[in-house]
Nanobody
């Protein structure tokens, strides 16, 4: 059984930075693509970023491209989301998710679809003040 635990959320002023972490256990972490999603109050959950199992491929939502960076450390079973130049509209609960199939990378629309992921963390709150 996979367990994912996010950390690193908090309150930050617009223009600031935060680094989220997601620690994984229960499955061979290095075999699975990972992703970050977010959900703001009253809104649908939306894709943020995804990374392949080796870390060599990444994909970002247009809204965060150039500001956020997803990375992973397979030795530490951890995926990260570095968030720079934060905006109030980035305020949301952020969730990490693990692909349901090993050694799979869908690119583009595939990687951004929540149906590709079968394990989710409880989330961490990010609040960006203006």
């Amino acid at each position: 059984q996979v367990q994912l635990v996010e950390s690193g959320g908090g309150l930050v002023q617009a223009g600031g930075s935060l680094r989220l972490s997601c620690a994984a256990s229960g499955r061979t972490f290095s075999s699975y693509a990972m992703a970050w999603f977010r959900q703001a109050p009253g809104k649908e959950r939306e894709f943020v970023a995804a990374i392949s199992w080796t870390g060599g491929l990444t994909y970002y939502a247009d809204s965060v491209k150039g500001r956020f960076t997803i990375s992973r450390d397979n030795a530490k079973n951890t995926v990260y989301l570095q968030m720079n130049s934060l905006k109030p509209e980035d305020t949301a609960f952020y969730y990490c998710a693990e692909d349901k199939r090993p050694y799979s990378w869908y690119g583009g629309g595939g990687a951004s679809s929540s149906v590709q992921y079968d394990s989710w963390g409880p989330g961490t709150q990010v609040t960006v003040s203006s």
